[in-house]
């Protein structure tokens, strides 16, 4: 099993910038598959970016491309994702996910085990 906590989010002004964090602990980190998602109040939970076990492959929703950077530090077992140039529409729940087979569904929510419990992200204008 994996235990995962997110943290990092908080209020920013459009155009500013936030670094999430996802510790995770429990299973060997390089081994773990990891994502991030989010979710607005009445919406669907919408892939963010996600990164293999190896950390050589990163995938990047179309809605964040040029702005936001995913990454991993397997000696501090821990995930990152970089936010630049933030807009209100990224206002949302952020979630950190994991998954430790070999797959090729990064991009989907319902692929992964283990969730952690969301850190909040508020953009104003």
């Known amino acids: 099993q994996v235990q995962l906590v997110e943290s990092g989010g908080g209020l920013v002004q459009a155009g500013g910038s936030l670094r999430l964090s996802c510790a995770a602990s429990?299973?060997?980190?390089?081994?773990?598959?990891m994502g991030w998602f989010r979710q607005a109040p009445g919406k669907e939970r919408e892939f963010v970016a996600a990164?293999?076990?190896?950390?050589?492959?990163?995938y990047t929703a179309d809605s964040v491309k040029g702005r936001f950077t995913i990454s991993r530090d397997n000696a501090k077992n821990t995930v990152y994702l970089q936010m630049n140039s933030l807009k209100p529409e990224d206002t949302a729940v952020y979630y950190c996910?994991?998954?430790?087979?070999?797959?090729?569904?990064?991009?989907?929510?319902?692929?992964?085990?283990?969730w952690g419990q969301g850190t909040q992200v508020t953009v104003s204008s």
């Open positions: 990164i293999s076990r190896a950390g050589t492959n990163t």
């Open positions: 429990g299973r060997t980190f390089s081994d773990i598959n």
């Open positions: 996910a994991a998954n430790p087979r070999d797959g090729p569904f990064l991009r989907i929510a319902s692929w992964y085990d283990y």
